[in-house]
């Protein structure tokens, strides 16, 4: 994890039905093991943004 002088907060505003469902599935991975059960939501977003400057195309992937 960088030093605090590395890092930036973000902010996002989402609906609570977005929240609420991917709450959902952080706690689905963690019971099927796809992830530590201590994995936070701060961690679980992060690790989603580096999969997507990993992979671009994943912004074009999302449907709402």
């Known amino acids: ?3 605090k002088d590395e890092t930036k907060n973000v902010s996002l505003q989402a609906s609570e ?3 609420d469902e991917f709450d959902r599935a952080l706690k689905q991975a963690q019971l099927n093991g796809d992830i530590e059960l201590d994995t936070s939501r701060s ?3 992060r ?3 580096m999969a997507a400057i990993d992979d671009p195309s994943l912004f074009g992937e999302v449907d709402e």
């Open 43 to 45: 961690e679980a977003l």
């Open 47 to 49: 690790r989603l943004m």
């Open 17 to 19: 039905k977005m929240v």
């Open 1 to 3: 994890m960088p030093s």
